[in-house]
C-alpha cells in the first residue's frame, strides 16, 4: 500500500481503535489556551511504566507540568538536554524525579536483560546500556545528583526525588 508521493500509507488498521478515539477527543475538545510553558513550573522525570499516570498522581492537568518518560526513570543525556531547555525557555523551575516499585528495570540486571532479548528474538542489544537499577534509593541519588552538578541547568532551580507506589499510589519523598 502507499499513499500520496509513493510514500508508505499510514497503518491505519494498526491504529484504527486510536484515530477513532481521537475523532470523539477531537470533536469535544475545547479549544486551548494553554501556551508551551509548565503553567506549574514542574518537570516530572519517570518511567514509560503504563502503570502511571504522572500528572495525575500530583495532581495536574494538561498544561501544568512538562513529562520526560523513558526506561527506569533514569537521567540521561536526553534528559538532561530536555531539562536545560525547559528550566531556559519553559517556565520549569522544580523538577521531580520519580522513579517505581515493582520497575521492569529493578527486576533484572542488565547482561539478562541482553540474554532474554538474545535468546527470544536473536538480537544482540549488548551495544545498548540499558541502565538497570539494583537499588532504586541509590539510583535516585545517583541521578538527582546527576541534574544538581549538570552545570548548564538554570541556577536556582529546585531538584527532589520520590519514589511512587504503583500499588497504593503513595508517592514516598527522598530526603538527599
Ligand atoms: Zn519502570
Given at each position: 500500500m502507499?499513499?500520496a508521493d509513493?510514500l508508505p ?7 484504527a481503535?486510536?484515530?477513532?478515539a481521537?475523532?470523539d477527543?477531537?470533536?469535544n475538545?475545547?479549544?486551548?489556551e ?12 519517570t518511567c ?14 494538561s ?5 520526560l518518560?523513558?526506561?527506569g526513570?533514569?537521567v540521561?543525556?536526553?534528559?538532561l538536554?530536555t ?11 522544580r523538577?521531580?524525579v520519580?522513579?517505581?516499585t515493582d520497575c521492569r528495570?529493578a527486576?533484572?540486571?542488565?547482561p539478562e536483560?541482553h540474554a532474554?532479548?538474545f ?9 545498548l546500556?540499558f541502565r538497570t537499577v539494583s537499588d ?5 541519588i545517583?541521578?538527582l545528583?546527576?541534574?544538581r552538578s549538570?552545570?548548564?541547568l538554570?541556577?536556582?532551580v529546585?531538584?527532589?526525588g520520590a519514589?511512587?507506589d504503583?500499588?497504593t499510589?503513595v508517592?514516598e519523598?527522598l530526603d538527599f
Amino acid at each position: 500500500m502507499s499513499g500520496a508521493d509513493g510514500l508508505p500509507a499510514f497503518p491505519s488498521q494498526s491504529f484504527a481503535a486510536e484515530l477513532a478515539a481521537n475523532r470523539d477527543f477531537a470533536s469535544n475538545f475545547e479549544g486551548s489556551e494553554l501556551s508551551g510553558s509548565a503553567a506549574r513550573g514542574l518537570a516530572i522525570v519517570t518511567c514509560m511504566d503504563s502503570r502511571i499516570s504522572p500528572l495525575a498522581v500530583v495532581g495536574m492537568k494538561s498544561g501544568d507540568a512538562k513529562i520526560l518518560r523513558n526506561a527506569g526513570a533514569r537521567v540521561t543525556e536526553d534528559v538532561l538536554r530536555t531539562l536545560v531547555l525547559a528550566t531556559y525557555l519553559l517556565g520549569v523551575d522544580r523538577i521531580l524525579v520519580m522513579p517505581h516499585t515493582d520497575c521492569r528495570m529493578a527486576r533484572s540486571e542488565e547482561p539478562e536483560i541482553h540474554a532474554t532479548i538474545f535468546q527470544q528474538y536473536g538480537v544482540d542489544t549488548r551495544s545498548l546500556e540499558f541502565r538497570t537499577v539494583s537499588d532504586h534509593r541509590a539510583a535516585l541519588i545517583t541521578d538527582l545528583t546527576r541534574i544538581r552538578s549538570y552545570p548548564l541547568l538554570r541556577k536556582g532551580v529546585v531538584v527532589a526525588g520520590a519514589i511512587y507506589d504503583v500499588v497504593t499510589g503513595v508517592l514516598e519523598p527522598l530526603d538527599f
